[in-house]
């Protein structure tokens, strides 16, 4: 993590006085992006300062629990709010995304405001928009750089904020699995424990709190839509429109089906491709030493190594015809035993 002079000076002076700050997650916020903005909005508002976050779209309800998630402003829902929060704002943060256009109805509010911007970001494809960054593709979340950045201020990591920082440490790792994974992530997690972190009840939160409607309709895909590839050592579901309307699908209902596919035996790559009205969302995960990054890429998609997404504006069954296609390519890639590769990771 490197903090330029300037951006130091900055901190240092900034936020002496009492400020009113705006942070920004990326558009449908994962628990990366809201564990970032929820810990940074904790931190500011316990040391006097007055602070909004302002999310492009409405957040999952999974994250209801997070400190202030009741305040969060949903800008697509309430855009003047937005735009008269963004007109008070003294600064703004930009937390786990590197382009403005991933702030969606936001994009324009970012790119013409006045006032000083941090951005605070760990993806590849991260460009520079705003005033300061800190930037860091070994970080595995953005979480990570945030509580990098709260120690930098020599500030207190209270439960809330180790909390949230844990949330996206475990989100964004896949659970502890990903090989963004070093030594010092579970420093890192030690160190949130001792201050507070309630590892349970987020892992309870997050991953056991499914409705009924989503476990039947996760099993449904598996039983009904799973298909294997052995010699590609990749497993996918392509979920049509018509099977969510059939089975009242709401929206993050497809996710932690990505990685039941990556669960088997013998498999490296796990697909889901979901057909919603305008496109195709597609999201990759590996396992080893492929790069699903790599893969999403062909489909003008990113990420990271082992986790990444792209979208197809073709139809389900083209995007599928053409991602076979793709795959065929990565036939030697992809035909590795994980057990052989453990010795070799760095
Ligand atoms: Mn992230």
Not at 16 to 45: E, W
Not at 165 to 187: A, K
Request: aromatic share 12%; charged share 20%; with cysteine.
């Amino acid at each position: 993590m490197e903090i330029t002079p300037e951006f130091d000076s900055f901190i240092r002076n900034f936020f002496k006085q009492r400020r009113k700050i705006v942070i920004i997650p990326h558009l449908n916020p994962d628990g990366d992006a809201l564990g970032a903005t929820q810990a940074l909005f904790s931190y500011y508002k316990k040391q006097g300062h007055r602070v909004w976050v302002i999310s492009p779209d409405a957040p999952q309800e999974t994250f209801h629990w997070m400190p202030g998630f009741n305040e969060i402003i949903i800008a697509n829902q309430d855009l003047e709010k937005a735009k008269q929060t963004f007109e008070e704002a003294e600064v703004l943060f930009c937390l786990d995304f590197g382009s403005a256009a991933r702030a969606g109805i936001l994009e324009n509010l970012i790119t013409e405001s006045s006032q000083p911007s941090i951005n605070i970001d760990h993806h590849l494809d991260s460009a520079h928009f705003t005033t300061y960054r800190l930037h860091d593709v070994k970080a595995c979340s953005t979480c990570e750089l945030v509580y990098r950045f709260i120690l930098y201020q020599n500030g207190r990591i209270t439960p809330e904020v180790a909390t949230c920082i844990y949330t996206g440490i475990l989100t964004d790792t896949g659970s502890f699995r990903f090989r963004n994974v070093t030594p010092e992530v579970h420093r890192i997690v030690a160190e949130l424990i001792e201050k507070g972190a309630q590892t349970d009840l987020v892992h309870n939160k997050i991953y056991y709190s499914n409705t009924v409607e989503k476990t039947r309709f996760m099993g449904y895909c598996l039983y009904e839509r799973l298909k294997i590839l052995p010699q590609l050592h990749t497993a996918y579901i392509t979920v049509p429109l018509s099977l969510q309307q059939d089975m009242n699908y709401r929206v993050g209902d497809t996710q932690g089906l990505v990685m039941l596919t990556l669960s088997l035996k013998n498999i490296n790559l796990g697909i889901v491709l979901v057909e919603n009205e305008e496109l195709i969302r597609m999201s990759f995960r590996s396992v080893g030493s492929f790069a699903a990054n790599k893969l999403a890429a062909r489909f003008n998609g990113g990420g990271h190594y082992n986790a990444a997404g792209a979208k197809s504006y073709s139809s389900l069954e083209e995007t599928e015809k053409q991602l076979l296609a793709v795959l065929e390519e990565y036939k030697q890639e992809l035909d590795y035993e994980i057990y052989d590769q453990v010795v070799f990771f760095v």
